[in-house]
C-alpha cells in the first residue's frame, strides 16, 4: 500500500456488426483495423488501449476488459465502466446483453457472478458486506430503480467530501441470484415507468453500484471500495435527431448531462483548475471515477455503418480525449484503532519539530529586529527542515494508508472539487465555499421533497382525471338512456292514445253489447217460461196419450159389455116379442131386470174405474221392473264377463292341475321303484342271513315270505297315495277359490278406474267453465268500475254546466229587464249588446263543446290510468330485479376483491420471508466469506467459469507484474 498512485482512464473501443437493416440499405463497413489498438475511419488512425472488432464475443470482451475491475475492487480500490456511444452502438449489448442467456450475457451479470466467486477463493479470515443499488438519470432527475416511489434524488457528499446519492435504496446480497433479481426488479420497475422503453433508455443513462466493505478478523483491517457500472445515454444530440414530442428545455436538459460530461473530461483532459462536476447530476455521482480515486474503463461504443460516419468519429474523438485523463488511485482502508494512534502519536512528533522550527525562526527574526546580523550559519536551514517534515510524513503514510481522498486528492480534487484554491487566506474562502455547498445540497434536498410531493400529486390528479373519465362515460350512458326513456314514454302516449281510442270503441260496444243482452235475457226468460210450458205439455201429452189407451181399451170393453147387454136385450126382446100376452103380466118383470141390468151396469162401471186404477197401478210396477231389468241385465254382462275370465283362469288351472299330475305320477313311479329296490335288498339280505345261520330250509319259504313283504309294502303305497290324492284336492280347491277372489278384486278394480276417468273428465270440464266464467266476471266488474267512474264524472261536469248555464240565463234575464228599463234613445246600445249576447252565446256553446271534448280527454286519460299503473308496476318490478341483480354483482365483485386482496396477501406473506432484510431502514446483512463456495455458483453453464479461480491467479498474477 503506497500513496495514491496517477493512472489514466483506459479506453477501449468496440464496433459492433451491420445490422440488418443497415445490410439491407447496402451501407458500407467502414473501419479498418490495425493492430488490437488503433482503428481507421476514412484513413485517419484513431488509438486506444484497446480495439474490439465486430467480431468479438462477449466472452472475448468480458476477459479482457472487466475481468480484471473484479480484482481491483476487492482489493480495495474504486472502479467504474462506462460505456459510450450514440444510440444502438451497443452499449446495452456491452453492459447488460441477454442477461439470462450464458453466451449472450454482457459485463454486469459476469461481473455479479465472478465477484462472489472471487470472494469464494480468496483469505477465509476476510468478511464482506455487499449493497447494490440501482438508479437511472434523466433529464438530470435521479430515479430509484428498486424504490419506484424515489423519484429525484439528490446528491450530498459523505465525510470524506465523495459524492453519493442520498436515500437510494441499498440492498445487501448474499449471492449472484440476488443481485440478479435486484437487476431484473430494476430493468421491470424501468419498463413500467415509461411509455417508449427504446426513446426512454436512448435518453437516459442507467447506473448500477456495487459498495462493498470487507474486515480481515486476524487484521482488523477494513477495506471499502465502490463498483459503478453505467451505460450512457446515446451520444447524439437529441436536437439533431429531431426527437419528437419533446419542448426544447426537455431536449436541453437531455442533452445537458451528456455535453457536462464531455465537458469534464475536456477541463480535465487540458489540465484546467475548474472542472464543472456540479453542472449536472450524472458527472456529480461519477466524480470520482473521473479525474478522483477510482480505475476507471471507459468502452467507446461504435456503429461501423457509413451512414453512422460523422457520429463515429465524434465518438472516436470523445475517447481519445478521455484517454488522457488521470486519476488518482488509492486503496480505501479504514484505519484501525491502532493505526490512528500510530498517526496521532506521529502527527504529535511532527508538532514538535514544527514547533522547535517556529521557535528557532523567531529567535532569528528577533535577532535581526534588533539589528543583530546573523551569520549564515546560524540562519535557519530551510531545507533540511523541509526534509525532516518529509520524512515524517513519509512514515506517517506509510502506516496509515489514507481513507480520505483530502491526503490522495489531485490538485484539481483537493479541498473542494472542481473549484481553484485562492494561495491565500484559504480558510476563510474554503469555510465561505463549505457553506454554500451545504446551501446548495439543502436545496437539493428540498427539491427531492418537492418532486416527489410533485409526483404524489400527479398521481392524485391522474386518479382524479381517470374518476372524471368515469363519471363522464356514466353521462353519457345516463343520457343515451334517458333519450331511451323518452323515445319510450313518446311510443307509450301513442300507444295510450290507441288504447283510449280502443276503449271508445269498447264503451261503445258495451252499451250495444248490454243492450244486446238485455234483449237477450228478456228472450230468455220468454223462452223459459215457454219451455217451461212445454215440458208441462209433454207431460200431460203423454198422460192424455195413456188415457186415451185406457180409455179406448175401456170403451172396448164396455161396447164390448154392451154388446153383450145388448144381445142380452135382444134375447130379451125376443122372448118378450114371442110372449105378448104375457108382456103386461112380464111388465114388472122387466122393470126389475132392467134394474138389475142397470146396478149391473153400475158394477161394471165401478169394475172399469177399479180396472183402470189397476191398470195405473201396473203401469207403475211395469216401470219398475224395466228400471229392474235394466239393472239385472248389467249384473248379467258383468257376471259374463267373470263367468269368461273363471274359464280362462279354470283353463290355466287345469294345464296347472295336469303338470302336477304328472309330476305326481313320476314321482310314484319313483317311489316303486325304490320300495321294489328296498324290498329286493332286503330279501338278498334275508337271504345272506340264512345262508350264514346255514338254516336255508327251502326256496319256497323264501319266496313266501317276499311275497308278504310286497304285499305289505303295496299297500302302505296305496294309502299314501290316497292321502295325497285327496290334499291334492284340497289344495286344487283352495287355488280355484283364491282365483275367484282375484278376478272380483280385478273387476271390481277396473269398475272403480273407469269411475274415476269419468270423474276426472268432469272435474276438468267443470274447471274449465268456471275459470271462463271468473274471466268473464273479472272483465265485467272491470268494465262495470270503468263506466261508472266515466259516468260520475260526466254527471259532474254536466253539473257544473248547467250551473253555469244558468247562471249565464239569469245574467241574461237581468240584463233583459235592464234594457227593457232603458229609454228609447239608448235602444241602438242594448241592439248592440244583443249582439254582444249572441256573440257570448256562441263563445258558450264553443265552450261548451271544448268542455265536452275535456271531459272526454279526461275520461280518456281515466281509462289510461290502470294501465299506466301495470306498467308503472312493471317497471318497478323491473327497476327491482335489475337492483336484485346489480347487489348481487357487486356483492359477487366485493367477494372476488376480498379474494383477490387474500390472495394478495398470502403472496406477500410466502414472499415475505424472502424480502426480508432488504426492504425497510434497518436491512440486515449476511456477510459473506471466502471458503463458503456453494457448489451452485461454479456449475454454471459457460465452460469459463469451471477454471475461474485459476483465472482469478491469473489476474492477480497480471495486476502484480503491472
Ligand atoms: P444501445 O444500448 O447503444 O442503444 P444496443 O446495445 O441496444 O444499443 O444495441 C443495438 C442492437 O445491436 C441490439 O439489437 C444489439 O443486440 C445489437 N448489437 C450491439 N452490439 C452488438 C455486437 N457487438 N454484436 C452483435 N450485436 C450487437
Ligand atoms: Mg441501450
Not at 445537458?256 to 458527472?283: C, F, H, Q, W
Not at 494561495?423 to 474562502?429: D, E, K
Not at 428540498?446 to 372524471?468: N, P, R, T, V
Not at 272435474?763 to 275459470?771: F, P, V
Amino acid at each position: 500500500m503506497a500513496n495514491p498512485a496517477e493512472c489514466s482512464i483506459k479506453v477501449v473501443c468496440r464496433f459492433r456488426p451491420l445490422n440488418k437493416s443497415e445490410v439491407a440499405r447496402g451501407d458500407k463497413y467502414i473501419p479498418k483495423f490495425q493492430g488490437d489498438d488503433c482503428v481507421q475511419i476514412a484513413g485517419k488512425p484513431y488509438y486506444f488501449d484497446r480495439v474490439f472488432q465486430s467480431t468479438t464475443t462477449q466472452v472475448q470482451f468480458y476477459n479482457a476488459v472487466a475481468q480484471k475491475i473484479i480484482k481491483d475492487v476487492l482489493d480495495g480500490y474504486n472502479g467504474t465502466i462506462f460505456a459510450y456511444g450514440q444510440t444502438s452502438s451497443g452499449k446495452t449489448h456491452t453492459m447488460e446483453g441477454k442477461l439470462h442467456d450464458a453466451d449472450m450475457m454482457g459485463i454486469i451479470p459476469r461481473i455479479v457472478e465472478d465477484i462472489f466467486n472471487y470472494i469464494y477463493s480468496m483469505d477465509e479470515n476476510l468478511e464482506f458486506h455487499i449493497k447494490v443499488s440501482y438508479f437511472e438519470v434523466y433529464l438530470d432527475k435521479i430515479r430509484d430503480l428498486l424504490d419506484v416511489t424515489k423519484t429525484n434524488l439528490s446528491v450530498h457528499e459523505d465525510k470524506n467530501r465523495v459524492p453519493y446519492v442520498k436515500g437510494c435504496t441499498e440492498r445487501f446480497v448474499c449471492s449472484p441470484d440476488e443481485v440478479m433479481e435486484a437487476i431484473d426488479e430494476g430493468k421491470n420497475n424501468r419498463i413500467v415507468a415509461v411509455t417508449n422503453m427504446n426513446e426512454h433508455s436512448s435518453r437516459s443513462h442507467s447506473i448500477f453500484q456495487f459498495s462493498i466493505k470487507q474486515e480481515n478478523s486476524q487484521t482488523e483491517q477494513k477495506l471499502t471500495s465502490k463498483l459503478y457500472l453505467v451505460d450512457l445515454a446515446g451520444s447524439e444530440k437529441v436536437g439533431k435527431t429531431g426527437a419528437e414530442g419533446t419542448v426544447l428545455d426537455e431536449a436541453k436538459m437531455i442533452n445537458k448531462s451528456l455535453s457536462s460530461l464531455g465537458n469534464v473530461i475536456s477541463a480535465l483532459a487540458e489540465g484546467s483548475s475548474y472542472v464543472p462536476y456540479r453542472d449536472s447530476k450524472m458527472t456529480r455521482i461519477l466524480q470520482d471515477s473521473l479525474g478522483g480515486n477510482c480505475r476507471t474503463t471507459m468502452v467507446i461504443c461504435c456503429s461501423p455503418s457509413s451512414f453512422n460516419d460523422a457520429e463515429t468519429r465524434s465518438t472516436l474523438l470523445f475517447g481519445q480525449r478521455a484517454k488522457t485523463v488521470k486519476n488518482s488511485v488509492c486503496v480505501n482502508v479504514e484505519l484501525t484503532a491502532e493505526q490512528w494512534k500510530n498517526k496521532y502519536e506521529k502527527e504529535k512528533e511532527k508538532n514538535k519539530t514544527l514547533r522547535g522550527t517556529v521557535t528557532c525562526l523567531e529567535t532569528e527574526l528577533n535577532r535581526w529586529r534588533i539589528g543583530e546580523s546573523v551569520p549564515a550559519e546560524e540562519q535557519f536551514d530551510k531545507e533540511k527542515a523541509k526534509s525532516e517534515v518529509q520524512a515524517l510524513d513519509v512514515t506517517l503514510s506509510d502506516k496509515t494508508t489514507p481513507a480520505s481522498p483530502a491526503s490522495h486528492a489531485s490538485p484539481a480534487h483537493s479541498g473542494l472539487p472542481g473549484i481553484k484554491l485562492a494561495p491565500a487566506g484559504t480558510p476563510q474562502c474554503e469555510a465561505e465555499m463549505a457553506k454554500l455547498y451545504k446551501e446548495l445540497d439543502d436545496k437539493d434536498d428540498e427539491i427531492h421533497q418537492q418532486s416527489q410531493l410533485l409526483e404524489k400529486i400527479k398521481e392524485q390528479l391522474l386518479d382524479q382525471e381517470e374518476l372524471l373519465a368515469s363519471s363522464q362515460r356514466d353521462h353519457g350512458n345516463l343520457q343515451t338512456e334517458l333519450k331511451r326513456l323518452l323515445a319510450e314514454n313518446e311510443s307509450s302516449k301513442e300507444e295510450v292514445k290507441e288504447v283510449l281510442q280502443a276503449l271508445e270503441e269498447l264503451a261503445v260496444n258495451y252499451d250495444l253489447k248490454s243492450q244486446e243482452v238485455e234483449d237477450k235475457t228478456k228472450e230468455f226468460e220468454a223462452l223459459s217460461e215457454e219451455l217451461n210450458e212445454n215440458l208441462s205439455l209433454a207431460t200431460i201429452d203423454s198422460e192424455l196419450q195413456k188415457l186415451k189407451e185406457m180409455t179406448y181399451h175401456q170403451k172396448k170393453r164396455v161396447t164390448e159389455m154392451m154388446s153383450s147387454l145388448l144381445k142380452d136385450l135382444t134375447e130379451i126382446g125376443l122372448a118378450v116379442g114371442s110372449n105378448d100376452i104375457k108382456q103386461h103380466e112380464n111388465s114388472g118383470v122387466i122393470d126389475e131386470e132392467f134394474t138389475a141390468a142397470r146396478l149391473c151396469i153400475s158394477k161394471m162401471k165401478s169394475e172399469v174405474k177399479s180396472m183402470v186404477k189397476r191398470s195405473k197401478h201396473l203401469e207403475s210396477s211395469q216401470a219398475d221392473s224395466t228400471q229392474k231389468l235394466e239393472d239385472t241385465e248389467r249384473e248379467l254382462t258383468a257376471c259374463r264377463l267373470r263367468v269368461s275370465q273363471h274359464e280362462a283362469k279354470i283353463k290355466s288351472l287345469t294345464d296347472c292341475l295336469q303338470n302336477v299330475e304328472q309330476k305326481k305320477r313320476q314321482l310314484e313311479e319313483n317311489v316303486d321303484a325304490l320300495n321294489e329296490e328296498i324290498v329286493r335288498i332286503g330279501a338278498q339280505d334275508k337271504v345272506h342271513v340264512m345262508e350264514e345261520k346255514n338254516e336255508i330250509q327251502s326256496v319256497n319259504e323264501v319266496k313266501d315270505a317276499v311275497e308278504k313283504q310286497i304285499l305289505s309294502h303295496r299297500e302302505a303305497q296305496q294309502r299314501q297315495i290316497s292321502n295325497l290324492r285327496d290334499e291334492l284336492d284340497h289344495k286344487e280347491k283352495m287355488i280355484t277359490e283364491l282365483q275367484d277372489l282375484n278376478q272380483a278384486i280385478m273387476l271390481e278394480q277396473e269398475r272403480l278406474r273407469m269411475e274415476r276417468d269419468k270423474l276426472k273428465a268432469a272435474e276438468q270440464e267443470k274447471g274449465r267453465l268456471l275459470q271462463e266464467l271468473t274471466e268473464q266476471q273479472d272483465k265485467r266488474e272491470q268494465t262495470r268500475q270503468d263506466l261508472k267512474g266515466l259516468e260520475e264524472t260526466v254527471a259532474r261536469e254536466l253539473q257544473t254546466l248547467h250551473n253555469l248555464r244558468r247562471l249565464f240565463v239569469q245574467d241574461l234575464v237581468v240584463r233583459v229587464k235592464k234594457n227593457d228599463q232603458m229609454s228609447s234613445e239608448e235602444r241602438e246600445v242594448s241592439t248592440a249588446q244583443r249582439r254582444k249576447i249572441c256573440f257570448l252565446e256562441n263563445n258558450l256553446e264553443q265552450l261548451t263543446k271544448a268542455h265536452k271534448q275535456l271531459l272526454r280527454d279526461n275520461a280518456d286519460l281515466r281509462s289510461e290510468i290502470p294501465k299506466m299503473e301495470r306498467r308503472l308496476l312493471t317497471t318497478v318490478e323491473r327497476v327491482k330485479a335489475l337492483e336484485g341483480a346489480l347487489k348481487e354483482a357487486k356483492e359477487i365483485a366485493a367477494r372476488e376483491r376480498q379474494q383477490y386482496q387474500q390472495e394478495v396477501e398470502r403472496i406477500k406473506d410466502t414472499n415475505k420471508p424472502k424480502n426480508m432484510g432488504r426492504r425497510g431502514s434497518a436491512q440486515i446483512a449476511k456477510p459473506i466469506r471466502p471458503g463458503q463456495l456453494p457448489g451452485a455458483s461454479l456449475l454454471n453453464p459457460n465452460g469459463n467459469r469451471s477454471n475461474l479461480i485459476n483465472n482469478y491467479s491469473g489476474i492477480k498474477e497480471g495486476d502484480d507484474s503491472s
